[in-house]
Every structure is written in C-alpha cells, then in structure tokens.
C-alpha cells in the first residue's frame, strides 16, 4: 500500500493506521515517500495485531506537505 502526500486542505490531519489482525505471517508493507521525524523512513512494516503507526499533515515548504510521524508501536520503519 502507498500513502500518498497531504494536500493542502489536509493540514493538522493525524491519521492511525493500525494493524487490527495478523498472526506474523501476514505483513502488511506501507510505502510512504513524503514523511518526516521519527527515522524519515520510507516504509512501514506490520506483521502483528495492535501495530500502530500515527502520523500528521505538516507543511514543510511553500506548496510542500509530508506526513509527520508523530509515534510507533511494534512498527518496523526502514
């Protein structure tokens, strides 16, 4: 799955994406190519239920927008 960049009107958006069900042989690969903090990773790895990612629409530039992670739990960035 990609996560696309914020637009405009997205701005102070914080979205949780969270793995609700997996046993640790289904991953779940989110590539996100417009994201600061944290580790400034490119993708975020789920392979169990109660994973959480938590990001937020922040503007960077003049017409620049990238997701903010903002906290982690049993994510893999890399």
Not at 10 to 26: F, H, R, V, Y
């Amino acid at each position: 799955m990609t996560l696309a960049a914020p637009t405009a009107a997205q701005l102070g958006i914080e979205k949780a994406i969270s793995m609700i069900a997996g046993d640790g042989t289904n991953t779940v690969t989110l590539s996100f190519a417009n994201c600061i903090g944290g580790s400034a990773s490119t993708t975020a790895t789920f392979d169990a239920a109660g994973e959480t990612l938590v990001v937020r629409a922040v503007q960077t530039g003049a017409s620049t927008y990238r997701w903010l992670i903002k906290k982690e739990h049993g994510v893999t960035l890399s």
